[in-house]
C-alpha cells in the first residue's frame, strides 16, 4: 500500500518544484518580457535592449519586488501539487516508487524490512541445494509470487535472499543457465513470465540487479496490474494473489470478489477479511 508518507513528502517535492521554478524562471521572464515590450524597439540600441533586460531580470530578485515574487511562489506551488494529482491519477506505474512499504528503491531497507504484503525473498529461481539439482517447481514459485504481486498491489520480489534475509547469491542459478551471467537470468525470467502469464505483463515487470558483499541479488520490481493476470497452468488458467506475506492461489468466487474489488478501490480484498 502506498505510504502517507511517502505521498506527502512527494507531494511537498512537487509544491516546492513548482513555486522554485516560478520565482526563479517565470517571474524574472515576466518582468523581462513586460518590460521588452513596454519600450520602442525600434529607435533604441541593441546594446541599451540588452541591458534593459537583464536589469528587468534581475530587478526580480529584489526586496521591493517580494509581494510580487510571493505571488508567483504561491501560483507555482499550485501548479506543482496539480501536476502531483496529476501524476497519482496516470496509473499503478506513476507512483510505483512508493510501494513495496515505501522501500523498492532501497536494497538495504528492504532487506532489514523482512517479508511482508508487497516483499518476498527467494533463495534461489532454479538450484535446489537440498536436492543438487535443478527443480522447477521453483521456478514455478517465482512466477506465482510475481502474479500475486500483479494482482494485488503490486511488490518486490528478491531473488538470492533467503527467508530470513541472508543474502546467498545467485551463482548456483547462473550456473544451470547457457548464459551464465546477469543478462542470461534476465532472459530466463522474463521468458518465464511471458510463457506462464502473457507477454503483455512483462512491461510491469522490471528486472535489476545489485551488488551485496560480492554476491549478486535479484530485484524484481512488479507493478499492479490494470487487468487480472492468469496462471497458465497448462490447460488451466489460475488467479493468484498476495495474501499477507504469501501468494495463495483464489477458487472462483474468491477471485470475482477480489476482481471486482480491485476495480473499486473499495470493501475487503477477500471474503470474510473484513
Avoid at 9 to 23: E, I, Q, T
Avoid at 116 to 122: D, T
Avoid at 173 to 196: H, I, N
Amino acid at each position: 500500500m502506498r505510504s502517507n508518507l511517502s505521498l506527502r513528502r512527494l507531494a511537498v517535492r512537487y509544491l516546492l518544484a513548482g513555486a522554485v521554478s516560478a520565482v526563479v524562471l517565470l517571474h524574472p521572464l515576466m518582468e523581462a518580457l513586460y518590460w521588452f515590450g513596454s519600450h520602442d524597439r525600434s529607435v533604441a540600441r541593441p546594446g541599451a535592449l540588452w541591458r534593459g533586460v537583464v536589469g528587468r531580470l534581475l530587478r526580480a530578485f529584489t526586496p521591493d519586488m517580494l509581494p510580487m515574487t510571493s505571488l508567483f511562489a504561491f501560483l507555482g506551488g499550485v501548479i506543482g501539487l496539480a501536476f502531483w494529482r496529476y501524476a497519482l491519477r496516470l496509473g499503478p506505474a506513476a507512483g510505483f516508487e512508493l510501494q513495496a512499504d515505501g522501500a523498492a528503491r532501497d536494497l538495504s531497507a528492504v532487506l532489514a524490512a523482512g517479508e511482508g504484503e508487497q516483499v518476498e525473498f527467494k533463495a534461489s529461481a532454479r538450484w535446489d541445494g537440498n536436492l543438487g539439482r535443478i527443480n522447477r517447481a521453483l521456478e514455478e514459485t517465482v512466477v506465482r509470487s510475481i502474479a500475486g504481486f500483479l494482482n494485488h498491489r503490486g511488490g518486490v520480489l528478491l531473488i538470492g535472499v533467503t527467508d530470513a534475509g541472508a543474502v546467498t547469491g545467485l551463482q548456483a542459478d547462473f550456473q544451470t543457465l547457457k548464459r551464465r551471467d546477469r543478462d542470461g537470468f534476465q532472459a530466463f525470467l522474463m521468458g518465464l513470465v511471458q510463457s506462464r502469464l502473457g507477454g503483455h505483463v512483462c512491461a510491469q515487470v522490471h528486472v535489476e540487479f545489485s551488488d551485496v558483499r560480492g554476491l549478486d541479488v535479484c530485484r524484481i520490481q512488479v507493478e499492479p496490474a490494470s487487468a487480472p493476470v492468469y496462471y497458465q497452468d497448462g490447460p488451466v488458467a489460475r488467479y493468484y494473489v498476495r495474501t499477507g506475506n504469501g501468494t495463495r492461489e483464489l477458487d472462483v468466487r474468491e477471485a470475482i470478489i477480489h476482481v471486482a474489488w480491485r476495480r473499486t478501490k473499495a470493501g475487503p480484498p477477500l471474503p470474510g477479511s473484513g
